[in-house]
């Protein structure tokens, strides 16, 4: 089955730091998302991306599809920042099978 | 509020019990997912229906049978369950094979003593 890796695993960063994610999948999708989960286990939907970039605030992210991978950039973390993120896609030949990544724990400290 | 609701929001249950979690959308979405979170570790797509037919079933035990009466609605039975079982369970609703978002509720946090 499709393999969605997400890194690095743990980062720790000083409030307003900048800090880079990065998604590997291995087989070709129909999209992707990035979510935050917060310490509730809430899961907040942070970008819809099956290519190209987006902005959002002081988030963005990229998909390069073709390349299998999506990066999430974070610029000027805040605490509130602190979470889990995920990627998750859908797969291209099951289209209804949202798989997703192995997350990466973020701690952002004062 | 994402317009995927789930309740309750937190269940303690004996090994021996039955009990049922249940999901609702309000997003017209024709799709709906059980997703199961062991702690501290990515989540584990259980189940997937797709106008109400069951399109994926992942390996799960049955002890956890699923059942979704209408688009809007789906719910998990959960019966004999094993301490081990204890996760967040999460539900979530989307549309067209990821052609629309999809969304998640807040989950049910089980705890099986």
């Known amino acids: 089955g499709i393999q969605v890796e997400q890194s690095p695993p743990d980062l720790i960063l000083q409030e307003g730091a900048n800090s880079t994610l990065r998604c590997n999948f291995s087989d070709s999708v129909n999209n992707l998302q990035w979510f935050h989960q917060n310490p509730w286990g809430q899961l907040i939907n942070l970008f819809y991306?099956?290519?190209g970039t987006k902005q959002n605030g002081r988030l963005s992210a990229t998909t390069v599809a073709t390349e299998r991978y999506s990066l999430l950039y974070i610029s000027s973390s805040q605490t509130t920042d602190s979470g889990v993120y995920f990627c998750?896609?859908?797969?291209?030949?099951?289209?209804?099978?949202?798989?997703f990544g192995t997350g990466t724990r973020l701690q952002v400290f004062p | 509020e994402t317009g995927v609701t789930q309740t309750p929001r937190h269940l303690v249950m004996g090994m021996t019990n039955k009990k049922s979690l249940k999901c609702e959308q309000h997003?017209?979405?024709?799709?709906m997912y059980w997703y199961k979170q062991s702690a501290k570790k990515p989540l584990e797509l259980m189940f997937v229906y797709s106008l109400e037919e069951r399109v994926e079933n992942n390996s799960v035990p049955s002890r956890f049978s699923p059942e979704c009466p209408n688009s809007s609605h789906l719910f998990l039975h959960l019966h004999t369950l094993q301490p081990e079982d204890s996760a967040l369970y999460l539900c979530a609703s989307s549309s067209d094979g990821g052609r629309t978002e999809a969304f998640f509720g807040q989950g049910t946090r089980l705890t099986v003593v």
């Open positions: 998750a896609v859908f797969l291209s030949y099951n289209t209804d099978k949202l798989i």
């Open positions: 991306i099956p290519s």
């Open positions: 997003l017209g979405h024709n799709a």
